[in-house]
Nanobody, 117 residues
Framework: QVQLVESGGGLVQPGGSLRLSCAAS????????MSWYRQAVGKERELVAG????????TYVDSVRGRFIISRDNVKNTVYLQMSSLKPEDTAVYYC??????????WGQGTQVTVSS
């Protein structure tokens, strides 16, 4: 049974930091590209950051580049999103997503991040 379980969300003040984790099970984690998406109230879900299976290639949406870092541990089957210098506009539900060409893709259940003073 495939599972993607996010954790680490919460309430943080502007300028603060959070680290999100997504623990995967039920598939060969190292063969999947992993991404973080987010969805704010009233907005479409958007890609925030992605990382290739070996972790050598990373991509970021312009609005988070230089503030967020995506990483993965293929021994622990976990992908991370280190978020720094958080802004109110980063408030959203954050989802992790696993994809591999030719195979089913998977979503986590999401974790709420709220940036507010």
């Amino acid at each position: 049974q495939v599972q993607l379980v996010e954790s680490g969300g919460g309430l943080v003040q502007p300028g603060g930091s959070l680290r999100l984790s997504c623990a995967a099970s039920g598939f060969i984690f190292s063969r999947y590209s992993m991404s973080w998406y987010r969805q704010a109230v009233g907005k479409e879900r958007e890609l925030v950051a992605g990382i290739s299976g070996p972790g050598l290639s990373k991509t970021y949406v312009d609005s988070v580049r230089g503030r967020f870092i995506i990483s993965r541990d293929n021994v622990k089957n976990t992908v991370y999103l280190q978020m720094s210098s958080l802004k109110p506009e980063d408030t959203a539900v954050y989802y992790c997503y696993a994809q591999r060409e030719g195979y089913d893709s998977y979503w986590g259940q999401g974790t709420q991040v709220t940036v507010s003073s």
